[in-house]
């Protein structure tokens, strides 16, 4: 069974950093491309960052573009989202899932796998 655990979130004032972990266990994750969603209160879920197979490749939503880093750690399974100069529209639940698939993509359809989520609260 395919398990992804997020971890790392919590509440930060405006302007804050926090960095979410993405732990993977059932498969060879290294294999597969990863990303990070988000959904807030009220909101769809929406593309945060994703990143390929070996890290080279990362994509970006606008809205975090400069601010969040995508990354990740083969040997250990795990990828990680560090959220910097956070803002109170950031407030969410963060998602982190995995793609089979061959292209990096923010495509939420194309995932395969998800984990439980991780609430992460910016107060102003």
């Known amino acids: 069974q395919v398990q992804l655990v997020e971890s790392g979130g919590g509440l930060v004032q405006a302007g804050g950093s926090l960095r979410l972990s993405c732990a993977a266990s059932g498969r060879a994750f290294s294999t597969y491309n990863r990303g990070w969603f988000r959904q807030a209160p009220g909101k769809e879920r929406e593309s945060v960052a994703a990143i390929n197979r070996s890290g080279g490749s990362v994509l970006y939503t606008d809205s975090v573009k400069g601010r969040f880093t995508i990354s990740r750690d083969n040997a250990k399974n795990t990828v990680y989202l560090q959220m910097n100069s956070l803002k109170p529209e950031d407030t969410a639940v963060y998602y982190c899932?995995?793609?089979?698939?061959?292209?990096?993509?923010?495509?939420?359809?194309?995932?395969?796998?998800w984990g439980q989520g991780t609430q992460v609260t910016v107060s102003s």
């Open positions: 899932a995995a793609d089979k698939g061959g292209w990096t993509t923010l495509r939420e359809g194309a995932y395969d796998y």
